[in-house]
């Protein structure tokens, strides 16, 4: 008899990691990456990796004019590394951008150790937050488009090491069988998508003539507590990667002026191409919405890059041209990791002020600046909504009535 007490969910948990793997981060500095970018890039990827349940251990990076074929970095470095987790019990070495199979297998074959590329992780990530259906077929489809180009190296222990008469094996064999397998998995779930796909298509449509919002932006923004405050509901927020995967849609209603709310999957720097393909049908809610609330953390160093991610990902999806409130979130944040304890308050307010000026003045004067948490200029906010809100039911419904119960 099963004496665990299982909690809620504890079952239906999937994903790499079961418990905390201890772990090495591996990135490069090239022409294009300055040695402080490539150290933000390894510092979200050690969240990603707390996110999926790995502890860093240590971060390696190494400057090349390019990625090296073989092995990702040079053979100097891997050696290093692999002196390192020989004698630092580290159970996997994680890299910062995706790798070829041909390079995967070579740094499995030098280091022993499971390796995990940034796709990868982030496809794990996606597998244990995965609730619906069509979350689950989607982090689905994109596993095993990432996997089919990666079959050999599965099947090298089928594989005769020679050549030669009398020693071809049936690694080929096993490789094209399951090379068919996933193709058809594949077709059988991008049939499933297109199905719901065709269902999320009626729902909306059955909203009727309501105004639609979207929130949008990088990971870990806030998306979900500004849509909590606003809708008064209780969506799913945590301090970690892709804490949102399901579109979530709400009612919200402002001084008797009513909308539909739609909370979106964060979006992140290099996200895996099959994942943007897969969960285009989730991202559909700001493709077809009225206006999007583009979130940032305004308290995060590289801000300015997330926006610029978002920005690119919005334009992959054709909702580049909507029309757009800039919502810097964070505030509190801002303050503490930015103005000193001993600083005056006449300066903080100078420099505050100075911010918020040159942002107005790049992405328009309609531009906010909150906190979620504290609730910090939700009036405004608030206030900024009900008037796009009303402009929009104007310009759509002219000779309608306003009135909303």
């Known amino acids: 008899m099963d004496n665990h007490n299982w909690t809620v969910g504890e079952k239906d948990q999937r994903g790499l990691v079961k418990q905390v793997e201890r772990a090495v981060l591996v990135g490069i500095e090239t022409p294009h990456i300055s040695s402080s970018m490539a150290q933000e890039h390894l510092d979200e990827l050690e969240f990603l ?51 070829s199979p041909g390079q995967q297998q070579n740094i499995e074959r030098e280091l022993k ?21 069509q979350a689950k077929a989607q982090v689905e489809l994109a596993q095993l488009q990432y996997l089919l180009p990666r079959l050999r190296g599965l099947w090298t222990h089928l594989e005769r090491q020679r050549g030669g008469i009398g020693m071809r094996g049936p690694g080929e064999k096993e490789i094209e069988t399951d090379r068919r397998i996933i193709r058809q998995k594949i077709s059988v779930l991008k049939e499933k998508l297109n199905k719901i796909d065709l269902q999320n298509q009626t729902r909306r449509k059955k909203r009727g003539d309501l105004i639609r919002i979207a929130l949008v932006g990088y990971t870990n923004v806030g998306k979900s507590t500004i849509m909590n405050a606003l809708s008064k509901s209780d969506v799913f927020a945590e301090n970690k990667l892709f804490a949102t995967l399901d579109t979530t849609v709400r009612k919200v209603v402002l001084d008797a002026t009513p909308f539909l709310l739609s909370d979106t999957v964060g979006f992140i720097r290099k996200l895996p191409h099959h994942l943007v393909e897969s969960f285009k049908s989730t991202l559909d809610e700001a493709r077809e919405s009225d ?54 308050e006449h300066v903080r307010t100078e420099l505050e002020s100075t911010l918020k000026d040159m942002l107005k003045a790049r992405y328009g004067e309609d531009t906010i600046f909150i906190s979620a948490i504290d609730k910090e200029h939700f009036n405004l906010f608030r206030a900024m909504l009900k008037k796009y809100v009303a402009a929009l039911y104007e310009e759509r419904y002219p000779y309608q009535e306003k009135r909303y119960y």
């Open 49 to 99: 990796a707390m996110t999926a349940g790995a502890k860093t251990i240590k971060m390696f990076t190494q400057k090349l004019p390019h990625p090296n074929r073989k092995y990702f970095v040079g053979s100097g470095k891997l050696e290093e590394i692999g002196e390192y987790v020989d004698a630092h019990d580290i159970d996997m070495v994680i890299f910062d951008d995706d790798l």
């Open 291 to 344: 206006l999007l609330l583009h979130v940032v953390d305004i308290s995060h160093p590289q801000y300015e890059d997330h926006i610029a991610t978002v920005q690119k990902t919005l334009a992959d999806l054709g909702a580049s041209e909507k029309p757009t409130i800039m919502v810097f979130n964070k505030m509190d944040a801002y303050r503490k990791t930015t103005f000193d304890d001993y600083l005056d």
């Open 113 to 133: 150790r499971k390796i995990v590329d940034r796709s990868s992780l982030i496809l794990d990530i996606f597998a244990s937050r995965a609730q619906t259906a």
